[in-house]
């Protein structure tokens, strides 16, 4: 993927007031959101959507008082007509960009959780593309594209939360989904049977097409 199909791609995301189904901001990265990330990708390549996912870094969250995020009930989106959990305000998100610097880093950042992920998964390895996009002369943008390949993909391994070692932030065996906004397989939010089914008949439909090639 050029820098230039990367940016038509981020651009419309960044305009809106959600994170969704197939993207995430994250203001910055460091070693010790590889273990969340591995979860976030895990979900992403778990989830119905039929595209490539994406987690974008260098944009964060607004923080101006006025600006606030709005949790919605089952009512509020029964109404909406949506699934997202949240709803943005207007000016929530922040463009702050990355500096080359930092840039560098996540250059690190992304060999470390590719060998990372190479290491921890049971059945299927996600695929991961890694793209800088230049904002303005000295501020980017990078971008971790997932790619939507066959699948199913969990962990053969509990992996420690990078900031509480008493922690996990990914379970071994257990199914992530990424639904409208959110996880599903963090804390009480179990990824349900019907998801369990279509991941698995996906995958099992997929590997039948290639035995008849």
Not at 8 to 14: C, T
Not at 87 to 104: A, T
Not at 144 to 160: A, C, L, M, Q, T
Request: proline share 3%; net charge neutral.
């Amino acid at each position: 993927m050029t820098e230039r199909e990367a940016f038509r791609i981020v651009q419309p995301l960044l305009e809106g007031y959600t994170e969704g189904i197939y993207w995430d901001f994250k203001k910055g990265l460091t070693d010790e959101h590889i273990p969340a990330i591995i979860k976030d990708i895990l979900a992403f390549s778990n989830s119905d959507y039929s595209g490539d996912s994406y987690i974008i870094v260098g944009v964060g969250e607004s923080k101006d008082e006025d600006q606030r995020k709005i949790p919605l009930s089952t009512e509020d989106r029964r109404r909406l007509n949506t699934d997202a959990n949240f709803i943005y305000l207007p000016g929530k998100w922040d463009l702050c960009g990355l500096s080359v610097d930092d840039l560098g880093k996540m250059k690190q950042f992304s060999a470390k959780l590719t060998e990372k992920l190479e290491l921890c998964m049971l059945i299927s390895h996600p695929m991961c593309e890694f793209v800088p996009i230049a904002i303005s002369k000295n501020r980017w943008i990078y971008l971790i594209v997932v790619k939507k390949v066959p699948g199913v993909f969990i962990s053969n391994r509990d992996i420690e939360d990078g900031y509480n070692k008493s922690k996990f932030a990914v379970r071994q065996g257990v199914l992530y989904v990424r639904m409208a906004d959110s996880t599903m397989g963090v804390k009480n939010g179990v990824a349900t049977a019907t998801e369990y089914i279509r991941v698995w008949k996906n995958y099992i439909d997929w590997l039948e097409k290639e035995k008849q090639k």
